[in-house]
């Protein structure tokens, strides 16, 4: 024999196909369902926008205390050691520092 051959029944083949056709209707339908999702989402944020909303999750931290980040890592002071004086993670110190130095840059 040169190769393994399989043999299975017609009825597994039909159940098989069956499958194959109900799997592929139902990726469809959550395709366009999601598609349509997206498509609502977008609609609502622009909406929003155009109505002056802030959109997006809330700052820790406010302008002034932003400014006396700044203030503070211009003065020496280190990354850890302002993430803890205003009891926040480094990572929004350090986005609060490279957001100013963005806005130097033309």
């Not at 056709?21 to 155009?50: H, P």
Request: aromatic share 10%.
């Amino acid at each position: 024999m040169d190769g393994i051959y399989h043999r299975f029944s017609q009825k597994y083949f039909d159940w098989y196909v069956a499958e194959l056709a109900w799997r592929a209707d139902c990726r469809q339908v959550s395709i366009r369902g999601y598609t349509f999702q997206i498509e609502r989402t977008q609609s609502g944020l622009k909406r929003a926008k155009s109505e002056g909303k802030a959109l997006g999750r809330p700052s820790t931290l406010s302008e002034k205390q932003k400014q006396d980040v700044r203030d503070d890592l211009t003065s020496g002071m280190s990354v850890s050691a302002v993430a803890r004086k205003f009891a926040t993670s480094r990572q929004t110190i350090m986005r609060v520092r490279d957001e100013s130095s963005r806005s130097i840059r033309p």
